[in-house]
């Protein structure tokens, strides 16, 4: 279990406004060397880190962001006050290249594309906005580009052949699972841990894939998992599980 890699969903989620900078900078105290994030794309093309198209759930705003212009979505706390109260009242929605800038040599990254963002504009679209952020940063080698939309992930393969993709999966066979890794080219794959099976386990192996998995917030769920030779896992809670690797449960 030494070597499973530990992922920051949306930093250390449990504990700090998810998808934000005080959740990263949380995530990294605890020592996770790989985090995930969400984005979205307001109106004016900004890429924003943010999971919901909406700001209703994890903000005090209301609105779709995908018709907001920047300053407007800056506007409003993203301190998720129905979890946190007035705590984190100072939060605002990043962007990614400021994310990008504060994790820069200290973490890698995985940048997940909803498909609710994704759009018929292949030319300035999120992706193609998304990996001008990362190569404006310079961290080609330090992100990969998540997507459940096999379209997505086509148009980061083309337009950035040079930055990692991983497919996600929610339910789906395991052929599918191999035939989508194929065809975005991508050497890992992210399904939902009720999808895991000795099956996936020993196609994926032989494919050459790498597995990772989420959402484990429960370290009692670790032994399970270890014979599915695990790449990594994301999680909520991720000073929990990176404590209970380090001690050997």
């Not at 800038?101 to 998304?130: C, H, N, Q, W, Y």
């Not at 950035?160 to 890992?188: C, K, M, N, W």
């Not at 992210?190 to 790498?210: H, I, Q, T, Y």
Request: hydrophobic share 45%; glycine share 8%.
């Amino acid at each position: 279990m030494t070597a499973l890699l530990v992922i920051a969903h949306r930093g250390d989620s449990a504990h700090r406004p998810e998808n934000t900078l005080a959740s990263f900078a949380s995530a990294l105290e605890l020592g996770a060397g790989l985090l995930e994030l969400d984005i979205q794309m307001t109106r004016d093309g900004t890429v924003i880190v943010l999971h919901d198209p909406t700001l209703e759930r994890t903000t005090t705003g209301r609105g779709d962001v995908r018709e907001m212009d920047l300053r407007s979505v800056r506007a409003v706390s993203a301190g998720y006050p129905s979890r946190f109260g007035d705590a984190y009242a100072g939060e605002r929605v990043p962007t990614l290249p400021e994310v990008l800038g504060f994790v820069r040599d200290r973490a890698r990254l995985m940048v997940e594309i909803k498909p609710d963002s994704v759009t018929d504009d292949a030319a300035s679209g999120i992706e193609a906005r998304a990996v001008e952020a990362v190569r404006r940063a310079g961290m080609e080698s330090e992100v990969a580009f998540l997507s459940f939309s096999r379209r997505a992930l086509l148009r980061c393969r083309d337009l950035a052949p040079e930055i990692a993709r991983g497919h996600l999966f929610y339910r789906a066979e395991t052929g599918e699972v191999l035939a989508g890794a194929r065809e975005v080219q991508s050497d890992l794959v992210m399904p939902e841990k009720g999808m895991l099976s000795d099956e996936l386990r020993d196609r994926a192996r032989e494919a050459g894939l790498k597995v990772a998995t989420w959402v484990v917030d429960d370290p009692a769920e670790l032994p399970a998992l270890a014979r599915f030779e695990l790449y990594g896992i994301g999680s909520n809670r991720p000073g929990i599980l990176l404590d209970a690797i380090r001690e050997g449960v």
